[in-house]
């Protein structure tokens, strides 16, 4: 039981990990925790499937996704459809996964090339509803908008058969085909009843009607069926014999999906309320219950223990010593000196930037009231006396306009632009005026005229 992983989409666009563990106080008690949550749609995810280690989702932004779970990490994105992903199907041996769309389009994806082997541009006249393979692999199942059920086989990519429901009274709006565990049956799902069709003995078929809209099933054995219904019940009802539907409460809400496992049932509700249940011959009992905030839309269930999945959840949440040793190889090449003005071909010494930077520290709080000239007292005597040309505000203005401390030296990644005045640069290099446009991009951002004030980057 414990091991066990649920799987959710939402509405807002994430695709949730639950996972079921014991409580640390008490082992017997189990509870969902959340192991991982992506946000790799743009749009609503509306679909999801589960092979082994992979996980595929499909969503209302026409895209495709593919996990592998074993490392967390997303393999693929798939764009080949046009319209809204509704169906997803693995076969048997996980080697393809199928695709229905709102396109009409159905496509068979190579999962070990990550490519797509066939393309059925014209499956259906409308959207492609539902589609599911047989247990043995030869052969699948569709359901459109056209209210046309198609039987394909996978050898040939040809259409075996196919049967139109228009015209059936029974039928009113369809919206799902599934195959049983033995592939002796098939369910459809109308917005008023269940309908089992037997592919050995027709005669052995059941229509079930629902007392209210059923939203979605899933088969529990070979002749077993749950489905969850829109006025928050359970119904469970067996296709051998005529027995009244069993009828279970067990949310407020609907009932928005559900996925089978061994012997677990895990439901969620349109609140967000995600259930695991224990099933048996005697016992139908609520193993663990949380809500995770959302806006359900889909679910599955994988064995992640069984599989050997989720082996980078194993690993310290904090490896603080791992984190420290990468952290030591991280080394700062050297002291950067960005200039906004003008280039200067080599920046003065440690000790004597440190110096200027006081002294024009001072010179700035003395003369505040005075913001035209930065100039000490011997350079005002001699421009008073005419041995020195007085310069305009403009050219004896600093080249910041604010005087920050000096930050010490340091190896954060963070290089620290020195003070340089006006005085520091040479004549000759002051008429050069290429760094004016100068772009330096390797801090991640762009640096020109507006940029005098900014005098940090970050690495």
């Known amino acids: 039981m414990a091991g066990l992983e649920l799987i959710v989409g939402t509405y807002e666009e994430y695709t949730l ?8 106080t008490d082992p017997k008690r189990l509870y969902l925790k959340e192991i991982f949550s992506t946000h790799n749609h743009t749009a609503s995810v509306r679909v999801l499937a589960t092979h082994g280690r992979f996980l595929a989702s499909g969503g209302s932004d026409d895209r495709i996704c593919i996990f592998d779970l074993e490392t ?41 090339k990550l490519a797509i082997d066939k393309n059925w541009l014209n499956a259906h006249k409308g959207s492609v ?46 919206s799902l085909v599934k195959w049983s565990p033995d592939g002796n049956s098939f369910v459809l799902m109308d917005d008023r009843m269940v309908d089992v069709i037997s592919m050995v003995d027709p005669n052995s078929s059941r229509t079930v009607k629902c007392p209210s809209k059923p939203i979605c099933l899933c088969w529990i ?19 051998d014999d005529d027995h009244e539907p069993e009828k279970i409460p067990i949310y407020e809400s609907r009932v928005k999906a559900m996925a089978y496992l061994g012997d677990h049932l895990a439901t969620v509700s349109s609140a967000g309320d995600v259930s695991l249940w224990k099933i048996d011959d005697k016992d139908f009992r609520e193993v663990c219950t949380t809500n995770i905030g959302c806006r359900p839309t889909c679910m599955v269930v994988t064995e992640a223990d069984k599989l050997g999945l989720h082996k980078y959840l194993q690993q310290p949440e904090d490896n ?18 960005i200039e906004t003005e003008d280039p200067v071909a080599e920046a003065a010494s440690e000790q004597q930037s440190s110096k200027k930077s006081k002294k024009n520290k001072r010179a700035f709080t003395k003369e505040a009231d005075n913001s035209s000239s930065f100039l000490s007292k011997k350079q005002k005597k001699a421009h008073q006396s005419g041995d020195v040309p007085q310069s305009t505000p403009k050219q004896s203005k600093s ?22 005045t006006v005085e520091d640069i040479p004549k000759k290099k002051q008429k ?18 507006k940029d005098k004030k900014n005098r940090r980057i970050s690495v």
Not at 101 to 106: A, I, Q
């Open 17 to 24: 990990g639950l996972k079921v563990e014991p409580l640390k």
């Open 72 to 112: 967390g990490l997303l393999k693929d994105e798939m764009l080949h459809h046009n319209g809204t992903v509704n169906c997803l199907a693995f076969s048997p041996k996980g080697d393809y996964l199928f695709s229905g769309s709102f396109d009409g389009k159905l496509s068979a994806i190579n999962t070990k």
């Open 129 to 174: 509803l539902s589609v599911d393979i047989h247990p043995k692999g030869k052969l699948a199942i569709t359901l459109g908008s056209d209210k046309v059920v198609k039987t394909w086989d996978l050898v040939t990519g040809r259409t075996i058969s196919a049967r139109g429901l228009g015209n059936t009274p029974k039928y009113h709006m369809l």
């Open 221 to 239: 054995s070979d002749t077993e069926l749950a489905v969850g219904l829109d006025d928050g019940h359970l119904m469970m009802f067996s296709v």
């Open 320 to 337: 603080k010593d791992e984190l420290r040793q990468k952290l030591k190889k991280i080394q700062t090449i050297g002291k950067v000196t």
């Open 399 to 420: 080249p910041f306009q604010k005087q920050k401390k000096r930050q010490p030296s340091n190896t954060s990644g963070v290089w620290t632009e020195e003070d340089v």
């Open 432 to 449: 050069n005026k290429q760094g004016l446009n100068q772009t330096i991009s390797e801090g991640g951002r762009a640096f020109g005229k």
